[in-house]
């Protein structure tokens, strides 16, 4: 997959921080963009930005869709294949999070993070799998450093983010026999939207979403023989706060 060019992707939580810093770097790689989102509104206003902000001939749409929901899931599949024909990129990003003691969380927020951030991977692939398996394609999950190391008030995030490191890692040995190569990027501290934070010039020394971004195209531009398949990033050096 060394020339991005007319290549196909579908990114989930797509309009924002990760997700869109991957869909920035892959359109400007070439490659024709699918990113979903919980709401249109936001969708149809991402797109609208990263069509300003990226120089390409390649094409980005936004599709409505829960990744709790298998049948969203699919519908949106099926409506990248009606667009662009096919889907060669799978990266599955879409992800909460809630953070609190056990005797504080709720069972509204443990569900809502295992169904989005562990069981929304599983129906991203699901859904997608028989594009991948017909363009020997590539599947990605964004976990977290989190996911192998736990910490206070984590217990949910945690057992979502461990879970989403040993699915992914599970799958790519179901999934090299088809042909599909498998990857799962476990990020640190990165600049975004994400738990209420709000990016500023105090987040500099954090990963950029642009960087992860810049992961996705290296990988997917690898020698198809070799396969980073966990890949941890962290900043560089610590905040000085």
Known sequence: MKKLNHKVAFITGGTKGIGR???????????????????????????????????????VIG???????????????AETVENFGKIDVVIANAGVG??????????????????????????????????????????????SLAGTNFFKNGSAYNASKFGVTGFTQAAMLDLRELGIKTSVIMPGSVATYFNNNTPDESDAWKIQKEDIGQIVVDLLKMESRTLPSKIEVRPSFPSNK
């Open 63 to 77: 599709i409505q869709a829960d990744v709790s929901s298998f049948e969203d899931q699919q519908k949106a599949i």
């Open 98 to 143: 809630h953070f609190a003691a056990i005797e504080d969380l709720t069972i509204e927020q443990w569900k809502e993070t295992i169904d989005t951030n562990l069981t929304g991977v599983f129906y991203t692939l699901k859904a997608s799998l028989e594009q991948l398996k017909s363009q020997k394609g590539y599947f990605l999950s964004i976990s």
């Open 21 to 59: 810093g991957i869909a920035e770097s892959l359109l400007a790689q070439g490659m024709n963009i699918a990113i979903t989102g919980r709401t249109q509104n936001t969708l149809d206003k991402t797109v609208e930005e990263i069509n300003a902000q990226v120089d390409s001939s390649a094409k």
